[in-house]
C-alpha cells in the first residue's frame, strides 16, 4: 500500500491553522503535541485505512485524527483529496463532543481546496540551503526538532503502532477485550491499557502472548538511522 502524502491547508493571508496550533501544543503540552505527531504518522502510513481509536470519519468528507491527555482530547481534522492526498485542516482540543463550528470550518477549506488546491497548499523552507517543500512530515521533523522533542515523538509513535497492532489483531479475530484477556491469563483492563496508543508499558513477555494465543508472530528490526531516500 503506498503511503498517503501529507500537506498542510493554508488560508490566502498565507497562515496555516494546524502548523500553528502545533507550534503553541509543543510549547504548552509536550506529551500531546508527541501524541498528535504519532497520529499525523500512522496517517501517512495508513491513509484511507486507518481507522479507531486513532481516526473516524465526521462528515461530508471530513476525518479526525484523535487523541487523549486526561480528560482533555484532542483532534485534527483532516480531509482526503485524489487518491493519496491527506490535507491537514486545523486542530483543537475538547472535552465533549466536536464542535460544529470546528466542523463547518474544515468543510469550508476542504471546497477551498478543491477549488484551488496550489493556492491552498503550505510550501516551506526547511532550511536556507534546501528547496521548499509541501511535504507536511518534513516540516513537521522540522518544528519537532526546533522543540527538541523528536525522542517524545519517537515513543509516542512506537506506542501508538503497538497499540494499533493488538487492537487490528484482536478485532480480526472477533474477540472482545475480555476474552482476549482470557485467552493469554489476563485482564479486560490490561488488554484496554494495551490498545491505548498513549500506554507506554508494553513489553516483548505480554506481546509474546497475545501473538500466541492469536497465532501470530512477531518481528522486530533495527533500521539505520537514516532518511528513507539515502537508505533506499
Same mark, same amino acid.
Request: proline letters at 6%; glycine letters at 4%; charged letters at 30%.
Given at each position: 500500500m503506498p503511503k498517503t502524502n501529507l500537506v498542510f491547508f493554508k488560508e490566502l493571508d498565507g497562515s496555516v491553522p494546524l502548523l500553528d496550533w502545533l507550534d503553541e501544543l509543543a510549547k504548552e503540552n509536550q506529551q500531546a503535541y508527541a501524541s498528535c505527531i504519532a497520529r499525523i504518522r500512522m496517517l501517512k502510513e495508513l491513509g484511507h485505512e486507518l481507522?479507531?481509536?486513532? %481516526?473516524?470519519?465526521?462528515t461530508d468528507g471530513i476525518y479526525e485524527l484523535r487523541a487523549r491527555k486526561g480528560t482533555v482530547q484532542y483532534r485534527i481534522l483532516y480531509f482526503f483529496h485524489?487518491?493519496?492526498i491527506a490535507v491537514l485542516a486545523h486542530g483543537l482540543t475538547k472535552e465533549d463532543a466536536l464542535?460544529? %463550528?470546528d466542523i463547518e470550518r474544515a468543510t469550508r477549506r476542504k471546497a477551498l481546496f478543491e477549488a484551488a488546491p496550489e493556492r491552498h497548499t503550505s510550501v516551506k523552507e526547511i532550511t536556507p540551503m534546501t528547496k521548499k517543500t509541501s511535504? =507536511?512530515?518534513? $516540516?513537521?521533523?522540522?518544528?519537532t526538532k526546533k522543540h527538541g522533542l523528536q525522542e517524545e515523538a519517537d515513543a509516542a509513535y512506537i506506542n %501508538?503502532?503497538?497499540a494499533h497492532l493488538i487492537y487490528n489483531a484482536r478485532t480480526e479475530a472477533g474477540l472482545s477485550q475480555q476474552e482476549l484477556g482470557d485467552m493469554i491469563g489476563s485482564t479486560q483492563?490490561? $488488554? *484496554?491499557?494495551?490498545?491505548? =496508543?498513549d500506554y507506554d508499558?508494553? *513489553?516483548? *513477555?505480554?506481546l509474546?502472548? $497475545? =501473538?500466541?494465543?492469536?497465532?501470530?508472530r512477531i518481528s522486530i528490526s533495527l533500521l539505520d538511522d537514516k532518511p528513507e531516500k539515502e537508505a533506499a
Open positions: 481507522r479507531r481509536p486513532h %481516526a473516524d470519519y465526521v485524489g487518491q493519496n464542535p460544529r %463550528a511535504d =507536511a512530515m518534513q $516540516i513537521i521533523e522540522d518544528l %501508538a503502532v503497538v483492563p490490561t $488488554i *484496554s491499557r494495551l490498545e491505548d =496508543a508499558g508494553h *513489553s516483548l *513477555s505480554i509474546r502472548r $497475545i =501473538a500466541v494465543a492469536l497465532k501470530k
